[in-house]
């Protein structure tokens, strides 16, 4: 590096001075124009000069090592401003990453607080999620165990209700039935009167006797049986009572009880030959049960009954219109007069049937 002292007075007496300086220079322009002539020199862009005097040199020599000196003091001034200004600005960061620092920290334990929290409640959720699994791993099984229940129970239902169907099916079937049964009057089903040639019938059966086509003792009997049961059943429907006597029907065995202080037994059944026939037990049970015939029709229930066409009266049954009548007894009567009697007593039955039809479909007015 180049020194000012390496500037010998050899060196220095090898220059001359070209022109003279200004007057008064100023130091601070004399510095500057010998500085810009030694630089000249120094760098070889100038001509070989004459020798510089000794004055000039001495005088460049204090100046530039006072400059020296002071740019020395003003760089060490710099220097240690610059480290202040470095020191200070460390301080100050030292202080926000303390303040920094500080936030941090507490942030982390903000942080660890919520974390710990997360953690519990973590747990929390999974403790609970794990009984919720348990629970639904029963309820699961449950639920398998009562699906396979359901599906017996639903098969028994469609069974019972299959069963249901059948039920509701035989009940409107049965219904329709008694509708049928109610329209067509179970007295009427059960005994029907009708008549052959000279002979009334019930049931089939013949009641009286004529020679040119006799009957046997057993039908006439059972026929007898057949009308006792009949008078027997319409009493009970319209709730009567016999006075002092007590229809008993028995088939071809059936009777009239006589009640009262001495009571006797009437058969409504007959034996023997006709003609030599003089019971006269028979006839009066005969006759007993056409009063019990009277009784009913001449008494309050009885005014439900249609009107006979034969009106009944002390053993016989008399025709309104010719004011015929006939004995429903055997002794004194011929054989077809008697025979005509039971067939007027089957027609005033007839016509009590027909009367039981209309109470049939309002029983109601039985018991007014």
């Known amino acids: 590096m180049f020194q000012l002292e390496d500037v010998t007075r050899d060196t220095l007496e090898d220059f001359i001075l070209l022109e003279a300086l200004p007057e008064a220079p100023s130091e601070i322009n004399r510095f500057m124009n010998i500085s810009t002539h030694f630089s000249n020199l120094l760098s070889s862009n100038v001509a070989e000069e004459p020798h510089a005097c000794e004055e000039c040199i001495n005088k460049l020599k204090?100046?530039?090592?006072?400059?020296?000196?002071?740019?020395?003091?003003?760089?060490?001034?710099?220097?240690?401003?610059?480290?202040?200004?470095?020191?200070?600005?460390?301080?100050?960061?030292?202080?926000?990453?303390?303040?920094?620092?500080?936030?941090?920290?507490?942030?982390?334990?903000?942080?660890?607080?919520?974390?710990?929290?997360?953690?519990?409640?973590?747990?929390?959720?999974?403790?609970?999620?794990?009984?919720?699994?348990?629970?639904?791993?029963?309820?699961?099984?449950?639920?398998?165990k009562y699906s396979k229940k359901s599906s017996k129970y639903i098969n028994y239902s469609h069974t019972l209700e299959e069963e249901i169907i059948g039920l509701k099916n035989q009940i409107s079937y049965n219904r329709d039935r008694k509708n049928q049964i109610d329209k067509r009057n179970i007295f009427e089903a059960t005994f029907r009167i009708w008549h052959d040639h000279d002979y009334g019938t019930i049931n089939g059966f013949r009641l009286g006797y004529i020679p040119s086509s006799p009957v046997e003792w057993t039908e006439v009997n059972t026929a007898w049986g057949q009308i006792s049961l009949l008078l027997f059943s319409i009493a009970n429907k319209l709730d009567f009572q016999f006075k002092n006597l007590r229809l008993v029907p028995n088939g071809n065995n059936s009777y009239i009880e006589m009640e009262g202080a001495k009571k006797e037994i009437l058969p409504l059944f007959g034996s023997g030959n006709f003609r030599y026939r003089w019971d006269s037990q028979f006839d009066k049970g005969m006759v007993a049960f056409l009063d019990c015939l009277g009784q009913l029709k001449k008494s309050k229930k009885g005014e439900y009954l249609a009107p006979f066409p034969y009106t009944v009266y002390e053993g016989r049954l008399r025709e309104d219109s010719s004011g015929i009548s006939h004995s429903i007894k055997i002794q004194f009567n011929s054989a077809e007069h008697w025979t005509k009697s039971l067939k007027f007593l089957l027609t005033n039955l007839k016509w009590a049937l027909v009367s039981l039809s209309y109470l049939n479909r309002k029983p109601e007015k039985c018991f007014e």
């Not at 000196?69 to 301080?91: I, T, V």
């Not at 303040?99 to 507490?106: A, G, I, M, N």
């Open 62 to 144: 204090i100046f530039m090592n006072n400059s020296f000196k002071g740019a020395e003091e003003e760089y060490r001034d710099y220097k240690h401003f610059l480290n202040q200004l470095k020191m200070e600005s460390f301080k100050q960061n030292i202080k926000d990453l303390k303040k920094q620092l500080k936030d941090l920290l507490f942030e982390e334990e903000t942080l660890k607080l919520e974390l710990n929290m997360l953690k519990e409640k973590e747990e929390e959720i999974n403790s609970k999620v794990e009984e919720q699994i348990k629970i639904n791993e029963e309820f699961t099984k449950i639920k398998l």
